[in-house]
């Protein structure tokens, strides 16, 4: 197995959980009170456009060449980044 293919399958665990997540967290949102579930599903909103984005980048690498994945792995290394912050403030802002 290639470096670009174990990070191809790296990546696609993480979103896998992402999206577990993200459905937990949709759970609570139909819980909440309207007020607070408006709110939550716009913070849900965010995040799956943020991992669409990272699907994306998924995506380019697979369709990469095995010399050129690595620059697009900067670019996925930064959504995850992005994604996984906006995780952590809804996961936050869940709780309260």
Known sequence: ????????????AKLDEMQA????LKAKADEA??????DREKEIDRLEAKREEMREKLEE???????AWDDIKTGA?????????SLDKARSRFKK
């Open 33 to 38: 009170e309207a007020d607070a579930r408006i």
């Open 77 to 85: 290394e930064s959504a995850w980044n992005s994604l996984t912050e």
């Open 21 to 24: 997540e993200v459905d937990k």
């Open 61 to 67: 690498i697979r369709n990469s060449s095995d010399d």
């Open 1 to 12: 197995m290639s470096n670009k293919e174990a990070y191809e399958q790296k990546l696609q």
